[in-house]
């Protein structure tokens, strides 16, 4: 696995880490539920071809505290909207999972122009009454990677402390995580995102 290089943006006041990593046309990834503690297989497959461009959204890891000022989810679609502007992703194409495949369909939906293309992997968001997802908040610790994952361990591993993080540090900020999430999406992701997706 390569390093990618990282660089930091302000968004409301608040740093927010970008990670860069291949060469290529630009492909903008918004991680899902959590974020992403380090650069995971997965992008270094995408940047063979691809210069990948990974912001880490307000809360997430390398993200800082800024989704403390983010109290709608309107706030959340228009910071990540100037997330993506400063991180160069304008006109590229997008890929989200969970968390971060809401807000790039989000993005999609209200400025087409700015997304080439888009792929979205389990995508929050969208709401069947029919079968309305588990809430992800009302769980226990130990059964969240069993709802959020089809492999339990492989979750536990993406989220284990990465190398060199301050362990007292680390419970925290993936509980900031969940509060930055819980923050956009709750109840239960459902932001009426099928309205605007025509």
Do not use: Y
């Not at 290529?24 to 990948?52: H, K, N, S």
């Not at 910071?79 to 989200?96: H, N, P, S």
């Not at 009302?138 to 993080?165: S, T």
Request: aromatic share 10%; net charge negative; hydrophobic share 45%.
């Amino acid at each position: 696995m390569s390093e990618p290089q990282a660089f930091s943006i302000e968004i409301n006041g608040f740093a927010t880490r970008v990670w860069q990593a291949g060469s290529g046309p630009r492909l903008g990834f918004l991680a899902g539920f959590g974020g992403l503690p380090r650069w995971v297989p997965f992008l270094d497959a995408l940047a063979r071809e691809r210069t990948v461009v990974v912001p880490s959204l307000p809360g997430f890891p390398g993200g800082d505290r800024g989704h403390s000022v983010l109290d709608s989810h309107l706030d959340w679609v228009l910071a990540v909207r100037e997330l993506l502007q400063k991180a160069g992703l304008d006109g590229a194409d997008l890929a989200g999972g969970s968390v971060g495949g809401s807000f790039a369909a989000e993005i999609a939906a209200i400025w087409p122009q700015t997304v080439r293309r888009l792929a979205l992997i389990a995508p929050w968001g969208l709401f069947d009454e029919q079968e309305p997802a588990t809430d992800p908040w009302a769980q226990r610790a130990p059964d969240v990677p069993g709802l959020l994952c089809a492999d339990p361990a492989r979750w536990n591993e993406l989220k284990a402390a990465p190398e060199g993080a301050n362990s007292p540090e680390w419970p925290i900020e993936q509980t900031r995580a969940a509060e930055a999430a819980a923050r956009a999406f709750w109840p239960l992701g459902n932001t009426k995102l099928e309205k605007r997706l025509p």
